[in-house]
């Protein structure tokens, strides 16, 4: 919000800025037009701009010199302000205006990147605080593939803002404070009486606890009877409740923690029971407002194009799931001071977000622009489908848990790594030590499952393939789209001979050394880098984080291009490597593919 500045990675930025000058200096007694800038990478340009379509039917008639769209095009490009960026400009279709960027520009821009580091050319977001609501599973409940979604996709969301220097705050919005906690608690009690007893082990499983109370609960009148009281005992703060409470949750987030060290994910746990507190301030002021109305002995706020409204107070006077957001949401806003609250649940939770999300532009805590801030926005994803097209379940029909299939991952990683060692070893490669494989199979495993979920239009519904996530040959094909024949390893490999045999200290070479992008292939793959800050920036505003994998995944093809047509030139400027020094290059590869996995989630 406080960040106006230009964004210096951004190309098409740059551009627009030009064509805006242009657009207002051909007309200048004409109301503002927002430039339409895009990329298009064909023989006649790397850009074009598409105002003059728009702009002539409002003209028609108002000036003799514009008689049809090309002459407006004509304008347009007639004015463009002198730029060292623009190597030529020309019209192509009815009016579009090709801009060919210059060869110099690129190769400097690249140097650019080069020594003032990667970070530099991140996106400049006119956003100075998010709140990412992710992962967020409930207590004494298993997390299952649903979770595992909200945690991946969350957790890149989260990544790509830290990157645009956004600050950041990762919420796990635990459900810990439900009426199941009643059914919970009671079960407890009967099993074992004294509180001093209760821990870890005299609870035991508790999925198998929950279930056993939830039969319990939907059984037998009496237990479901005190189950109910002892919510609101729970509720009312009452010691002995409150303990044994707490004792399940530290149970229960033990379990989460497991799965998001293996994933390496950072999460800051704020449940819903922190801001019950806030509720009943909250829906004061909402009333205060005029917004929250009587419908059948409960409170509710009626929002438009709904046929059923929000409850805020349910009819027996408790609060609910739509109660707790509303405080989030007005804890984000006013304590936490967050311009863009973003929630990563299911597509399912859509309705939900939506009728929230209206109450508060009613009440003027969100902006009723949807583009400005501050802002909500619901990220919503897909089902995950067994390769049977149904939802993904075990064979017995159960929810499949997290745990499960993370060791699924790494096992049959490590099946395939122990595969291709053997074949390393005909081949004279180092070999792995065990601790080395164990590595590889959890970063392997866990990266495949992080970048088969990120890699398509999260709104989908994804089927859930170890088949097709953990094959070797795939994995490397997913993620750099080189065909089996030619992996990130031998490209990485192939990068380092290059700098090997330039001898020349690459930190030097970076200050020094200028760039040439004197063949098609190789100006297309610095194109290509330079479009990064875009690239992030498209994503970090749709929140689509496949928009990422899509750059990467052309970025790796852009190379390959580059590097099957200008090989005989690279390897001209090489000489024969010795065994030795290839050996380390494979070693170095193999962890910068790790990384490569690895940043994307
Ligand atoms: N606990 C919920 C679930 O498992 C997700 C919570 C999402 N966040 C929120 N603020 N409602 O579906």
Redesign the pocket.
């Known amino acids: 919000m406080d960040n106006e500045e230009e964004n210096i990675g951004n190309i098409k930025q740059q551009l627009a800025n030009l064509f805006d000058a242009s657009i207002r200096e051909t007309f200048p007694n004409e109301p503002v037009t927002e430039p339409l800038v895009v990329a298009s990478s064909t023989r006649h340009g790397d850009y074009q701009c598409n105002n003059a379509m728009g702009i002539f039917p409002k003209i028609r008639g108002k000036y003799v010199e514009y008689q049809n769209v090309a002459s407006v095009g004509q304008a347009i490009l007639r004015n463009l302000p002198e730029s060292e960026m623009i190597e030529s400009s020309s019209i192509g279709g009815p009016g579009f205006v090709n801009v060919v960027l210059s060869n110099n520009w690129i190769a400097e821009n690249i140097k650019k990147m080069l020594v003032d580091g990667i970070e530099t050319w991140a996106p400049r977001l006119h956003v100075r605080k998010a709140v990412v609501?992710f992962s967020?599973?409930?207590i004494a409940k298993e997390m299952h593939v649903g979770?595992l979604r909200s945690t991946v996709i969350g957790d890149c969301i989260a990544r790509m803002l830290e990157f645009s220097n956004v600050e950041v705050l990762r919420r796990n919005?635990?459900?810990d404070w439900g009426t199941q906690f009643g059914m919970l608690i009671e079960n407890l009690f009967d099993k074992i009486p004294s509180v001093e007893d209760f821990n870890e082990t005299a609870i035991g499983d508790l999925q198998a606890f929950y279930k056993e109370s939830k039969q319990r609960f939907d059984e037998d009148l009496a237990f479901k009877a005190r189950a109910q009281q002892a919510v609101v005992r729970l509720q009312g703060g009452e010691p002995k409740y409150r303990q044994v409470w707490m004792q399940i949750c530290d149970i229960s987030r033990k379990e989460f923690d497991k799965v998001y060290n293996r994933l390496g994910v950072e999460l800051e746990e704020k449940g819903e029971s922190f801001y019950n507190p806030y509720i009943p301030r909250v829906i004061e002021a909402l009333t205060n407002q005029g917004l929250v109305e009587e419908n059948k002995g409960a409170r509710v706020i009626w929002i438009e194009g709904f046929s059923t409204p929000l409850i805020v107070v349910k009819k027996d006077g408790g609060y609910n799931?739509a109660s707790t957001?509303l405080a989030?949401l007005w804890y984000r806003l006013n304590e936490e001071q967050a311009d863009w609250i973003i929630?990563v649940?299911d597509v399912g939770?859509q309705e939900h977000f939506d009728k929230v999300f209206s109450a508060a532009k009613r009440a003027s805590w969100l902006s009723a622009d949807n583009s400005a801030y501050p802002k909500a926005s619901h990220v919503g994803f897909g089902l995950v489908l067994g390769e049977d097209g149904k939802r993904f379940r075990t064979r017995s029909s159960e929810v499949v848990r997290l745990v499960d299939l993370l060791d699924e991952a790494k096992s049959r990683m490590l099946k395939e790594s122990k595969v291709t060692q053997t074949n390393r070893a005909t081949y004279g490669g180092m070999l792995w030590t065990d601790e080395e494989l164990e590595q590889i199979s959890e970063l392997v495993g866990y990266a495949a499952i992080k970048y088969a979920d990120l890699k398509s239009n999260r709104l989908t519904n994804y089927t859930f393939s170890f088949q097709q996530m953990l094959n070797t040959k795939i994995v490397l094909f997913c993620l750099l789209q080189f065909t089996s024949r030619v992996t990130l390893l031998y490209v990485h490999a192939r990068i380092c001979t290059m700098i090997d045999k330039s001898e020349q200290n690459i930190q030097e070479l970076k200050k020094t050394g200028s760039i040439v992008l004197d063949h098609a292939k190789e100006r297309a793959l610095g194109l290509h880098l330079l479009r990064f800050s875009e690239a992030v920036e498209e994503s970090c505003s749709n929140l689509m984080p496949h928009t990422l994998c899509d750059y990467l995944f052309n970025l790796s093809e852009y190379f390959r291009n580059f590097y099957d047509n200008c090989k005989q030139r690279i390897e001209e400027r090489t000489l024969t490597m010795n065994r030795r020094s290839r050996r380390r290059q494979i070693e170095e590869a193999d962890n910068n593919e790790f990384q490569f996995v690895i940043s994307l989630g």
Do not use: I, K, L
């Open positions: 609501d967020s599973p409930n979770h919005h635990v459900g799931y957001d989030a929630y649940t939770q």
